[in-house]
């Protein structure tokens, strides 16, 4: 999947699915919400929490 389709999918810029990928860009608990629904993973596999960040 692109990251153009990612972004259409969740309603968002591809701009920002890239600041995601990059780790520049924090996004909202809905939008994780989204990617975990679009991608059939719990949240705590695309992300991880990092002590002190």
Known sequence: MTQEELAGKIGVSRQTIAAIERGTY???????LKLSKVF????????ILRSGH
């Open 40 to 47: 059939s993973v719990p949240v705590d596999e695309l992300f």
């Open 26 to 32: 924090n996004p909202s608990v809905v939008l994780v």
